[in-house]
C-alpha cells in the first residue's frame, strides 16, 4: 500500500460518492454503469469481512463483464422479486481516505472507505442496511471512475429477502 496519492481532491472524489450512491437509488443505470472502470470489480461477502471470494460464497462478486449483464436484467423491467421497485435512498458517512493502490496502468487508486446506511421501501415494510463500503477510485482523463467496491454489510450472516438495495 502507498500513501493516499497526490492527486485526490477530498471534495471531488466525495462528490464522486454522492453522484455513485444517486445514480443507484435513482435506477440511473446507464449513468452508474458509466462510473465504472473496464477492469472493475464488485463485491458483497457473506458472512464476514475477510473472506476470499475465490473460496466461499459470495452475494455478488462481479467483474465489469458481470456489472454489465447484472445492469441489463435491471433495465428490462422484468426483475419480479422486485416488482414493484424499491424506493431507496442511501446516506454515507465517516468517509476516510485510507491509501493508494497500484492500478493496471502504472498509477495509484485511492482507496476510501465509509460507513453506508441504505433505506429500502417496499409496498409492505421498510427496511434498513447498514454496512461498511470500500471503494477504489482511479483519476482517468475521462474524470473519476470506480475500480473498486466491497459493500461488507453488517448482517452479512443473515438471509437478505431482496437484493434489489444492490442492483
Known amino acids: 500500500m502507498a500513501p493516499v496519492p497526490d492527486w485526490v481532491d477530498r471534495f471531488e472524489v466525495e462528490q464522486f460518492l454522492f453522484r455513485e450512491a444517486r445514480y443507484a ?35 455478488i462478486y462481479d467483474n465489469r463483464s458481470r456489472i454489465s449483464t447484472r445492469l441489463n436484467h435491471a433495465r ?4 419480479y422479486a422486485a416488482s414493484p421497485p424499491s424506493n431507496l435512498r ?34 409492505r415494510e421498510n427496511r434498513l ?23 461488507v454489510l453488517v448482517d452479512n450472516d443473515k438471509p437478505l429477502p431482496t437484493l434489489s438495495f444492490l442492483i
Do not use: H
Request: glycine residues 8%.
Open 25 to 59: 437509488d435513482e435506477s440511473e443505470y446507464d449513468a452508474w454503469e458509466a462510473l465504472w472502470t473496464d477492469d472493475a470489480l464488485y463485491w458483497v461477502p457473506v458472512d464476514g469481512a475477510d473472506s476470499d471470494p475465490r473460496r466461499q460464497m459470495s452475494v
Open 76 to 79: 428490462t423491467g422484468r426483475r
Open 90 to 123: 442511501r446516506l454515507i458517512s465517516n468517509i476516510e481516505y485510507v491509501c493508494g493502490r497500484a492500478n493496471p496502468d502504472g498509477g495509484l487508486d485511492v482507496e476510501v472507505e465509509a460507513n453506508v446506511l441504505i433505506f429500502e421501501s417496499r409496498i
Open 129 to 151: 442496511w447498514g454496512g461498511r463500503v470500500t471503494y477504489r477510485i482511479r483519476k482517468t482523463p475521462d474524470g473519476l471512475r470506480l475500480a473498486y467496491k466491497k459493500v
